[in-house]
């Protein structure tokens, strides 16, 4: 009998695999593949900025100038109006393409053999060790990037870089790579490193310079002369090599390059003394003025000849008695009735701190405060000639003193202001109410924060130097409040002109009956009180502030021309030895005063501005003076122009001279 065979599982013949199913399996790879790669890419390219025209060619450039005309460059952030490429010198150009990218003129923005070879050096090093980039993909890192050594930022940088070459023209791309890459010591672009190192314009930049210049393009800070003059020079020869390679450069003129190599020497690129002054200009312009604007033209208000001197006063004065009396910093600021800033002092020395004691720092006036307690007395009804009674007071448990603890009885108020009686002050403010004091002094322009309590009388609220002293500039011109103020002019990239600007734009109130009385008060301080050491030949008004323990010393006041104010005291706030309002600061302002009034040469006429004839007479009739006292400043404007008809027809016009901008030419003299 034939049995039929069993069959078991094991023992059934494998399916064959159909071609189509092999199509589905090549088909799902590649959509995976597709997905990972579109993935991969997207992480690459997450959050790349393609970045319009102007942000390449048209980047913000700030250039101040003083009142004169003279060139104020920031330290630390130095930069230039740009130069195309085509009017660099030859040198320059051959010097950086020959070291950094000598195939610029035939890629598209990316080298792909550099690149390559690059790759090859990380492999081999097992980290990324060298660059490949191209000028192109070096001012995307510089303006877009950064200096992450990624390879993601790689491909966003090559995205980023072959996006520009089809947007610019190579000459453009060299233009702002020359006119952005940082070439150490806080200057950024050719022109300014060639201002900095050599002190001369990039179109005079000699072969050796150069090429100095071009090797720090790589490392600023390591090639950086300034720190390592021979690592510069070593840096410079490759640089010469490069360009002798390149063709650009005979071996005969590498040779003599290296010979004669550049000698950079630190340049005074501003007066050293502006720094303050330049710095709080500059930030003010750079918050109003588009970061794509191009290059943006500041005409400032301030006075060199005033700025250097109020500099030599200052240094000199804290140098001679600075260490006796443990009084280590001041500061000062000086401008117009208007608010136009002329000079400013923000501490010793500028290139030890510069901290602007004179804006940023706040710091108790003492009773340089007392300007807003009478001023309220004033228009509450008081005359400065009534009487306050000038004895100890307690109020609630507060009880001030007067200085050395003398009490005068019964004084005026004019004299109780002039001796910086405290306790009689305190007593007025307790009759017109601490209310009305915070609303005079809001009136005047004080922007400070003050709390409603007795001591405020006395001072203790901070203030900065700029607010007080724009107060007291109120007090001077009749009309509130002053806003201090730089900037006289602005030019944008197709203006041919300066715009003038002049003092802000905002509404102000006449002082009215209470500027004559209030010059009075002032006057009789320097007269008669605690201001005694600030008494000038001519016409001189302010007030002294000294807080607790000799921590703060002020004095604020005024001559026919210029409101200055100026502090002494320490940063750690440690007590200085006995000086008052009366002392180092008086004698500060003083002589400054007659720097500032003082002729230039024998026969010109003084720094200092004329005197302003509307605000004189108040200031002579509430003082009684006679005109034989008043007769230095009446001579003086009549030797000079209409101050009042010039300052209202020209925004450009300086009081210092007497003298207005016209849209082109030199200053002209102000006939009105």
Known sequence: MNANPVVTPESEPAPHASPGSWLGYAAAAMVAAIFLLAGTTSWFLYGIHLPSMAEITSRRVIVLKSADGQDLLPRGNLRLAPVEAQDMPAVVVDAVLSIEDRRFYRHGGVDFPSMLRAFRQDIEAHRTVAGGSTITQQLVKTLFLGPERTYRRKIQEAVIAIWIEHHLTKDEILTSYLNNVYLGSG????????????????????????????????????????????????????????????????????????????????????????????????????????????????????????????????????????????????????????????????????????????????????????????????RAGFKPDDDILDTPIDIHGWRPENYERRYHGEVTLADAFANSLNDATVRLSQKVGIGEVIAAARDLGLRARLENNPSLALGTAEVSLLDLTSAYAAVRAGKAPVTAWGISGVKMPNDPHYLPIGDPDQSQHSLGQYQAELISLLQGVVEHGTGRAAALPGFAAGKTGTTQDYRDAWFVGFDDSLVVGVWVGNDDHSPMKGVVGGSLPAEIWKDFMEQASAPTVAGNDPVGSPALPTTVDQSQQASGLSDQDAAPAAETQAGQCNVPACEEYYHSFRISDCTYQPYWGPREYCER
Do not use: C
């Open 187 to 378: 200057a950024t672009g050719f022109p300014a490193a060639a201002k900095l190192y050599f002190d001369k314009s990039v179109a005079d930049l000699t072969v050796p310079e150069a090429a100095m210049l071009a090797g720090m393009i790589n490392a600023p800070e390591q090639d950086d002369p300034f720190h390592d003059l021979d690592a510069a020079r070593k840096r410079a020869a490759t640089v010469l090599d490069a360009m002798v390679d390149n063709g650009k450069l005979t071996e005969q003129a590498a040779l003599a390059a290296k010979l004669h190599p550049a000698a950079p020497a630190r340049a005074e690129i501003s007066p050293p003394a502006a720094g303050w002054f330049v710095d709080w200009v500059y930030n003010k312009a750079a918050a109003v003025t588009p970061p794509f604007a191009g290059t943006v033209g500041i005409r400032t208000t301030l006075d060199l000849r005033l700025q250097e001197s109020a500099a030599e006063i200052v240094k000199s004065v804290l140098a001679k008695d600075g260490d006796q009396k443990h009084a280590q910093q001041a500061a000062l600021v000086a401008m117009r009735p208007d608010g136009a800033v002329v000079a400013m002092i923000g501490g010793r020395s500028y290139a030890r701190s510069q901290y602007n004691r004179a804006v940023q720092a706040e710091r108790q006036p003492g009773s340089a405060f007392k300007l807003f307690d009478y001023y309220a007395a004033l």
